[in-house]
Each structure stands twice: as structure tokens, then as C-alpha cells.
């Protein structure tokens, strides 16, 4: 059976405190996109998970060290599924991108593997064992718009958010989640009031623009508190942002910890317009991927 992993950016986030037992409590508003991972999975009479994948990096694991891999081997465990499954991955969602690929990805296989062995399990269900693989795979079990909080495992299903066309910039270089999280632990932002009040009111705003599928406030409120953090170890991300606003997008933001930058546009002509004014950034190396996309319609 085929099924796909959809990627996911960030409406808004907030990093609230560093927990006693290291996690970090979030308040973030999700949206799922249309950019997606394509997987196929087939059952097997070994007892055994087998993994082959195509548009990713060679030095990609094909073993238990792949979330893909984790996830199936969770499946089994938790379900008593005695059979083994064969998972072939096609890859379109940029790794390290702050994109969630790796949590759509596991996902998808747990969905997959729920539909194929018939073990009829609730997405509710689904998701509270995902939280096993990582904070962000309940939200992509679940799919749609959604209030993450906690670590993000407290969802709360937002209405549909209206629809924008998106233009993800993804710049060579890469950036570590771990070390942007210690950076923002030590960055003073979480603890300083007025901007953490001002952080607070753009969330309210935001969940205001889903409900009334207003786009435009929609656009004016994305807001992501590790931007500073981020853009101090690789400022193109703020040029970039620029860019995409002076290229016509109604706003644009960095997505998770980065470094992958988005824009949203009115309309696809728009967003063809950046795009191939964009392209150039490629040519010079300072772009890896530059691609468009729209968020994700009926999810669920």
C-alpha cells in the first residue's frame, strides 16, 4: 500500500522553558503542507523490516538508526504483528530543514502499517505512540493546523487555516537543531517579559487568522522566537526573508530551527514570479532547495 508523509512548517513558535528533565516546553501553531515523502509498504512472511530509499544522500541509514526503521519496529512490538514489512522510500522533503521529514516519515508508517495489518488503532491512538519517535510525529500523525504544546504532543485541531501558496528556501548551509536549542537556552529570550508578551499576542493572532480564515492577518503574525538565535550564526536567513516580502510574498518566516525559509503568496503567478527570480540563489550555491508548495487541503 502507498501512502505520504506530508511535511510541516511553523505558523508561530515559542519556546516557553527549559524543563528540569531537558525537554523544552513549546507553544506552536503547525500546518502541514502538500510537499510530501512518497512511501510504499508491503508486508513480508520473514520476520524482518527491510528499507530501501531513493532522493536522499547515500550516507542515509537503512537500519534500525532510520526513524523509518524505528517506527515499524515500535509497530510490531506494540501490536504483536508477527509478519515483517518492506518499506521503499522516495524522498522530496529536504533533510535537516526544519520540515519535519524525518516525523512525517515515521508517521506515514504508522499510519501504513495501522491500514495495512487491519489492526483498526485510532490516529489519537497512533499518535500518542509516536511521541515515542520524536515530540513532532503526533502532530504529523494527525495532520492539518494545530496548537502544539508541551514538547508538542498536546495537539489541539485548529479549523482549516486558509489557503496560501508557499515557496520554501532551504540555504546550503546547515544548522543543528541541539545547538540552537543551547543557544536559545542562553539567549535570555524566554525569560524576558515583553517580548515573551509580544510572542503571546501574535499566538493569540494567529489562532484568531485560522479561525477566520482571514490570510492576510494570517500573513502579518508569523512569528518564530528561534529566528534571532538562528539568523546570528547564518544572516542570509534574514536577507532571505526580505527578499521573499519585496518578491510580493504576503509574509515569510523561518520554519522550526531552520535554516529552510518560507514565503506565503496570494496566488501561484505570484509565487512563479519569486520562484524564478530565486533561481539565480541556486546558480551561486547559496540556496540547496527552492521549492513550491501550498498548504495541505482536507487533511485528515
Request: aromatic share 4%; glycine share 10%; with cysteine.
Amino acid at each position: 500500500m502507498d501512502v505520504k508523509a506530508f511535511a510541516k512548517i511553523n505558523l508561530g513558535l515559542d519556546v516557553l522553558c527549559r524543563r528540569p528533565d531537558g525537554y523544552h516546553e513549546v507553544s506552536m501553531i503547525m500546518q502541514s503542507i502538500e510537499l510530501c515523502d512518497e512511501l510504499r509498504l508491503e508486508p513480508l512472511c520473514e520476520d524482518e523490516i527491510r528499507l530501501s530509499m531513493s532522493g536522499q544522500g547515500p550516507d542515509v541509514p537503512l537500519d534500525e538508526r532510520n526513524i523509518i526503521c524505528k517506527a515499524a519496529r515500535l509497530m510490531r512490538e506494540t501490536y504483536g504483528i508477527e509478519q515483517g514489512v518492506s518499506i521503499s522510500a522516495v524522498k522530496h522533503i529536504p533533510s535537516q530543514a526544519g520540515l519535519g521529514g524525518g516525523s512525517a516519515d515515521a508517521a506515514a508508517v504508522l499510519r501504513g502499517m495501522n491500514e495495512l495489518f487491519s489492526l483498526g488503532r485510532s490516529r489519537q491512538e497512533l499518535a500518542e505512540l509516536g511521541l515515542r519517535l520524536g515530540a513532532d510525529v503526533p502532530f504529523c500523525v494527525m495532520e492539518g493546523t494545530a496548537l502544539a504544546e508541551g514538547i508538542g504532543e498536546r495537539l489541539t485541531a485548529l479549523t482549516q487555516a486558509p489557503f496560501c501558496h508557499v515557496l520554501l528556501c532551504k540555504p546550503s548551509e546547515g544548522i543543528s537543531t541541539k545547538d540552537i536549542y543551547e543557544a536559545i537556552d542562553g539567549s535570555g529570550l524566554m525569560e524576558d517579559q515583553e517580548t515573551s508578551r509580544i510572542r503571546k499576542e501574535h499566538m493569540k493572532e494567529l489562532i484568531r487568522a485560522v479561525k477566520e480564515a482571514d490570510r492576510e492577518l494570517l500573513s502579518g503574525e508569523l512569528f518564530n522566537i528561534f529566528e534571532e538565535v538562528t539568523a546570528k550564526r547564518l544572516p542570509y536567513i534574514m536577507e532571505l526573508k526580505e527578499r521573499l516580502m519585496r518578491l510580493g510574498a504576503m509574509g515569510a518566516l523561518m520554519s522550526g530551527s531552520g535554516p529552510t525559509v518560507y514565503g506565503l503568496f496570494r496566488d501561484r503567478s505570484a509565487l512563479k514570479e519569486a520562484y524564478v527570480a530565486l533561481l539565480p540563489e541556486l546558480w551561486e550555491g547559496r540556496l540547496s532547495e527552492l521549492i513550491r508548495t501550498g498548504f495541505l487541503k482536507d487533511a485528515g
